[in-house]
């Protein structure tokens, strides 16, 4: 089993920078690539980034390219999305995911068995 745990959502200006972390126990046979996700009200789950287990290799969404980071500190168990330049449309749940082994779309919901609960993040006008 792997619980994660996300942290750091808030209210910010546009403009505005946050920092979201997510914390990662369990196994450690069970610990892989790591996703995050963002939900907003009525709209579907969409992708925003993605971190092979060393870290070497990121991916972003479109929406979020240039302007968000994810990064990992694997001695604390820990994954990050830094967001900078937020705006109103950023507003959503953000969701952080581990990614099954062997997975073949790293932007797909199914790829994905474990997920945090989510932390709002709400970017104002």
């Known amino acids: 089993q792997v619980q994660l745990v996300e942290s750091g959502g808030g209210l910010v200006q546009a403009g505005g920078s946050l920092r979201l972390s997510c914390a990662v126990s369990g196994r450690s046979s069970s610990r892989g690539a790591m996703g995050w996700f963002r939900q907003a009200p009525g709209k579907e789950r969409e992708f925003v980034a993605w971190i092979s287990w060393s870290g070497g290799i990121t991916y972003y969404g479109n929406s979020v390219k240039g302007r968000f980071t994810i990064s990992r500190d694997n001695a604390e168990d820990t994954v990050y999305l830094q967001m900078n330049s937020l705006k109103p449309e950023d507003t959503a749940v953000y969701y952080c995911?581990?990614?099954?082994?062997?997975?073949?779309?790293?932007?797909?919901?199914?790829?994905?068995?474990?997920w945090g609960q989510g932390t709002q993040v709400t970017v104002s006008s």
């Open positions: 995911a581990r990614e099954k082994a062997l997975s073949a779309c790293y932007y797909c919901i199914e790829a994905y068995d474990y």
